[in-house]
């Protein structure tokens, strides 16, 4: 009898296995998106609450083309002014995870960073806002990982 139950989970194990390996990727692994920067905030005595910078490389040719189609803003309880996706700008995909109470408490904003003569962008800035609290005993943290779509 055990050893008709060991076959049994093995050909579970086997199965599941074979499930994950053929899972969809995940969104983020997308033809042309490519992770830029992670950004990380953290307090252990009061709140959080700073906008981080992620520079594209020179040269980054953006696909404005693109758009996020989904969005976690916040954890824990935390809020933010963010309604839509659609508020993530064209070309940008930020997705985030924290501990305690954490957000994205406003839309990042994209701007040029370095232009050329001609006015055309040469390197592209990503700003995001980003909070964690409230106060203590407990710490909090944020993390964000910034993705650009490459045209």
């Known amino acids: 009898m055990k050893q008709k139950q060991l076959v049994g989970l093995c050909i579970i194990i086997v199965l ?15 033809k042309g998106l490519e ?15 700073q906008t981080q910078v992620c520079d594209l490389p020179e040269g980054f040719r953006l696909d404005r083309a693109y758009q996020q189609e989904d969005f976690r803003c916040c954890g824990g309880g935390a809020t933010s002014y963010i309604k839509s996706s659609k508020e993530i700008p064209q070309g940008i995909r930020v ?53 650009a779509s490459r045209r």
């Open 95 to 147: 997705d985030t995870e924290g501990g305690h109470f954490w957000a994205v408490p406003k839309a990042p904003s994209l701007q040029p960073l370095k232009m050329d003569d001609e006015d055309r962008v040469l390197q592209w800035r990503v700003l995001v806002p980003m909070y964690c609290g409230p106060n203590p005993p407990v710490g909090c943290n944020i993390k964000v990982d910034v993705y």
């Open 16 to 30: 599941c296995f074979a499930a994950w390996l053929f899972m969809p990727a995940r969104r983020v692994e997308a």
């Open 35 to 49: 992770k830029i920067c992670h950004l990380y905030g953290e307090s252990n005595s009061g709140n959080y609450e």
